[in-house]
T-cell receptor
């Protein structure tokens, strides 16, 4: 089945630790995205990548880092510099061409900082 | 920063009733307006979408109404069912900077049996 796989589903972290969230897609999409979801704030864009070895900051990139070494993979690292990392993180992908650029989402990773 | 406003924040509807969620945007540089449905613990999924050259789009019980001059669009769910209980997000796709999406804050819909 084609889709987006995020792991882990739940993650706990101590303050001062970096953590990496995995995102893999087998939809052959060029573009991949990371969003952060907080209650009552919708989805906010952290980073996006439209092609391998290239990525751009979104609206809330501070304290996060990404890499795009393979088309299928777009891992997100939440660094210790992120002041309030507890959130639900969503990875998405889309075609870069076409008429819609519909976003396909994974099932999310919930990060809790203890 | 481009914004999409959404209301109400939460909505309770009786089974069989009509659910209406409204969104408004502040920038004309959008070319695609989707609605996403999200169940608890899951990622959002595309429900229905519209382009600004169309005033209405209907798919089954779901209808988008679009008012370009007012910069407003709404989702109507006819004959609402308990299975429709979810959070709904409106969004708008920008025409610049990689055509990224801006999302509304979401509406939590509860349909009572």
């Amino acid at each position: 089945d084609g889709g987006i796989t995020q792991s882990p589903k739940y993650l706990f972290r101590k303050e001062g630790q970096n953590v990496t969230l995995s995102c893999e897609q087998n939809l052959n999409h060029d573009a991949m995205y990371w969003y952060r979801q907080d209650p009552g704030q919708g989805l906010r864009l952290i980073y996006y990548s439209q092609i391998v070895n290239d990525f751009q900051k979104g609206d809330i990139a501070e304290g996060y880092s990404v890499s795009r070494e393979k088309k299928e993979s777009f891992p997100l690292t939440v660094t210790s510099a992120q002041k309030n990392p507890t959130a639900f993180y969503l990875c998405a992908s889309s075609w870069t061409g076409g008429n819609t650029g519909e976003l396909f989402f994974g099932e999310g990773s919930r990060l809790t900082v203890l | 920063q481009q914004q999409v406003k959404q209301s109400p924040q939460s909505l309770i509807v009786q089974k069989g009733g009509i659910s209406i969620i409204n969104c408004a945007y502040e920038n004309t540089a959008f070319d695609y307006f989707p609605w996403y449905q999200q169940f608890p613990g899951k990622g959002p999924a595309l429900l229905i979408a519209i382009r600004p050259d169309v005033s209405e789009k209907k798919e089954g019980r779901f209808t988008i109404s679009f008012n370009k001059s007012a910069k407003q669009f709404s989702l109507h769910i006819m004959d609402s069912q308990p299975g429709d209980s979810a959070t709904y997000f409106c969004a708008a796709r920008g025409t610049s900077r990689g055509q990224n999406f801006v999302f509304g804050p979401g509406t939590r819909l509860s349909v009572l049996p």
